[in-house]
Nanobody
């Protein structure tokens, strides 16, 4: 099992920046994929960015060039640097961990942190 705790959300004006953090309860180097997802009101949860244990990253087209996912293995923390924020980025952002433990697939979620971008 792994527990994930997000922080860093808040209210920001369009064009501003925020950095989200996700602290995991286990060594993130042992987790195959960690990522950030967002869910806007009335919409489905969708992928924002992922980072693999090998350091490869992947981004949704809507955030490419604006958001950066990174990690600090020593701190068991994954970050999402969000720049040039737009009102349409308003959502609850969830941290996710996917890995295989003892042959079982593990898919864990944090409780989310809210981001509101005002125009």
């Amino acid at each position: 099992q792994v527990q994930l705790v997000e922080s860093g959300g808040g209210l920001v004006q369009a064009g501003g920046s925020l950095r989200l953090s996700c602290v995991a309860s286990r060594n993130i180097f042992t987790i195959n994929v960690m990522g950030w997802y967002c869910q806007a009101p009335g919409k489905q949860r969708e992928l924002v960015a992922t980072i693999t244990s090998g350091g490869s990253t992947n981004y949704a087209d809507s955030v490419k060039g604006r958001f950066t996912i990174s990690r600090d293995i020593a701190k068991n923390t994954v970050y999402l640097q969000m720049n040039s924020l737009k009102p349409e980025d308003t959502a609850v952002y969830y941290c996710n961990a996917q890995t295989v433990v003892g042959g079982d697939f593990l898919n864990a979620w944090g409780k989310g942190t809210s981001v509101t971008v005002s125009s």
